[in-house]
């Protein structure tokens, strides 16, 4: 191994594993190609492994690198806007030319209008606009498009209307048409969204950091909380990555948009509750980080304060015991309570959070039957339709609450039997009902075994005797 492939080598093991844009560069410091990568370390050690090397293109390419750089992203989309940033601005030798035809989209910046929109389009045209890309990925260019949007709530009419709309109710644009936000402010957002499109999202972090420290000193409480929740928006999808899991962009946008939430639904908790005639009831809360389980975080719950059959007090008890636990314990509290049940269920589950000071926290619930999406913040119910993201979200979340539960509840009910069967002979006690269970392993091997086993297994003479007793009749 040469001493250049070992440094390479090297820088690669200090590469890290989450989406962003590779940059190889040559023995001059050029930039010889740039590519992006759901897991950085991994697709860039791909180009030097062994055997790798499948054309003399990248044969030549391997051999010219000589260092290599990367930027980090939130997502794969996040990384496709660097990725075509940078290939127009050093046009790299080893990328593939992209045409600027009809064949890739690009976003396009109307900066030539007083206030500027975002969007995407397939006609580049020489109307003064700012133009970005082409990109070749046209899924991954709206989940961007849709994180952008996010982020910087742009205008989206394209003539400017007499009143707010739908768009800034929901926290995507900032109401220009009503003068809701001034011409400058409206322009430092464009500023703010053309240095996340070069790639420079660090240091529009760090400015917006500074603002807000300014902003607290002058007491202007409200431009700083603003600026607060830009941070986070840029901030808190990097610190969600779960190995090789990533962010379900569209459907916690859906969310978030069908709910009003106040805030993107990452984190999100769900309980359920399973019983048969209100006997070993059980709940269950499952919790999924971006639209991906965290199994680490699920938690059950056997229900202790309730009796008979009422799924209303269960969820009370139940979102009582994980909440007090939380506050106690000063950990995060979810972006969304989810409960498994109709109406009712809701009302008990945020009256529940309201006694423990707990109102602000959103709260839905979804009816299995027709699919009912319930919220305080909706007049009428959402009927999610079949085959739609959000349903399939939904369903996601629920199904694994109620698989947890049903799973908890059935191991009780396998104990409680155990524990009935055995429990009702006369001289076996938890003791020597583990050890009967560990030995024969089920009801119907003990009831199996002869007295010489039963004897083997550890049991005196009356023991034994009382069990084969038991389950044959002296015999």
Do not use: W
């Not at 990452?266 to 509750?273: G, L, M, R, T």
């Not at 023991?463 to 015999?475: C, E, L, Q, S, T």
Request: net charge positive; aromatic share 8%.
């Amino acid at each position: 191994m040469s001493s250049e492939t070992g440094k390479l080598r090297d820088k690669i093991k200090g590469l890290p594993d989450t989406p962003g844009v590779y940059k190889f560069l040559d023995s001059k410091g050029r930039i010889i190609y740039v590519g992006k990568a759901r897991r950085l370390r991994r697709r860039v050690a791909s180009y030097f492994q062994p055997g790798r090397v499948t054309s003399g293109r990248l044969e030549l390419l391997v051999s010219e690198t000589r260092d290599i750089q990367f930027i980090r992203a939130s997502s794969e989309a996040e990384a496709l806007i660097y990725e075509a940033g940078l290939i127009k601005d050093h046009r790299p030798k080893f990328n593939i030319e992209l045409k600027d035809d009809k064949s890739y989209p690009f976003l396009k910046l109307t900066v030539n209008e007083k206030y500027p929109r975002l969007f995407m389009t397939r006609r580049r045209l020489k109307d003064g606009a700012a133009y970005y890309g082409p990109y070749v990925n046209v899924k991954l260019l709206k989940e961007a498009l849709s994180f952008m949007k996010r982020v910087f709530p742009l205008r989206t009419c394209r003539t400017p209307r007499k009143s707010v709309c739908l768009e800034y109710h929901i926290g995507q644009c900032l109401g220009p048409c009503e003068g809701k936000v001034s011409a400058e402010e409206y322009a430092d957002m464009v500023e703010q969204l053309k240095t996340f499109l070069e790639g420079r999202k660090d240091d529009l972090i760090r400015a917006l950091e500074e603002r807000m420290k300014r902003f607290s000193r002058e007491r202007e409480y409200e431009k700083a909380l603003f600026a607060k929740r830009r941070i986070e928006a840029l901030t808190a999808v990097q610190q969600l990555h779960d190995r090789s899991r990533y962010p379900m962009f569209g459907e916690l946008d859906e969310l978030q948009n069908a709910l009003g939430l106040p805030s993107l639904p990452v984190a999100i908790e769900c309980f359920d509750i399973s019983s048969i005639t209100g006997k070993q009831a059980v709940g269950s809360m499952v919790r999924f980080v971006a639209g991906r389980p965290r199994k680490t975080d699920y938690r059950k719950f056997r229900i202790k304060m309730v009796e008979g059959m009422d799924d209303y007090s269960m969820i009370r008890e139940v979102v009582r015991r994980r909440f007090s636990r939380l506050l106690e314990e000063g950990k995060a509290l979810p972006d969304l309570v989810l409960i498994d049940g109709g109406k009712g269920h809701l009302a008990v589950a945020m009256k529940e959070l309201s006694a423990l000071g707990l109102g602000g926290v959103p709260v839905a619930s979804i009816a299995k039957e027709r699919n009912h999406l319930y919220a305080a913040s909706l007049e009428h119910p959402i009927r999610l339709s079949p085959g739609s993201r959000l349903l399939h979200l939904i369903q996601r979340v629920r199904d694994e609450a109620h698989r947890f539960a049903i799973t908890y509840h059935r191991r009780l009910r396998r104990k409680e039997k155990f524990e009935t069967e055995l429990r009702q002979i006369s001289g076996v006690g938890p003791i020597r009902e583990k050890l009967l269970l560990e030995k024969f392993g089920s009801i119907e091997n003990i009831r199996n075994a002869s007295r010489q086993e039963l004897r083997e297994a550890g049991l005196n003479k009356r023991a034994a005797k009382a069990i084969m007793d038991h389950f044959h009749g002296g015999g």
